[in-house]
């Protein structure tokens, strides 16, 4: 069953959640699209260039696996968790998609779900292969943002 723990399972299921709540009740206009499709390409724009800097470090995307590198570069200069900060943006994104302004509540348990299911696991493992490193790393830049 761990193999179906992957985050984008747990955004798509908040996605889910979202169209349900956008199907009983849809206050904002149809313009409301324009700005979700904005901020989830923007979203998926920040997921890919992070994922192409762990690539470049030689270095896994995928969560549980132990790292490789220590990636300061690119987005991870203003957030130590870019891909997470895009999996948000893609829910945030597509509650304007859906007009549904209360969807935007499901970013709180969406984000909890990603810090202690993944985040905790990923912030030990690179704490323990670096260190020092690591904890500065961790003094310079944010979690989130």
Not at 35 to 49: C, D, Q, R, T
Not at 69 to 87: H, M, Q, S, W
Not at 99 to 123: S, T
Request: include cysteine.
């Amino acid at each position: 069953m761990r193999q179906l723990d992957w985050p984008p399972l747990w955004t798509l299921a908040h996605m889910a959640a979202a169209t349900l709540l956008g199907w009983i009740w849809s206050p904002l206009g149809p313009e409301a699209a324009i700005i979700g499709w904005v901020l989830i390409a923007a979203s998926v724009g920040l997921a890919i260039w992070a994922a192409l800097v762990m690539r470049q470090a030689k270095t896994t995307v995928i969560p549980g696996r132990p790292p490789a590198a220590l990636v300061e570069t690119g987005p991870f200069k203003k957030t130590r968790n870019p891909i997470y900060l895009a999996d948000l943006g893609i829910l945030a994104g597509w509650c304007w998609v859906v007009e549904q302004p209360l969807g935007i509540a499901l970013l709180f348990p969406l984000q909890w779900v990603l810090q202690n299911r993944f985040v905790v696991h990923e912030e030990a493992a690179l704490r323990a292969a670096f260190g020092d490193a690591y904890e500065d790393y961790c003094k310079r830049v944010p979690r989130w943002v």
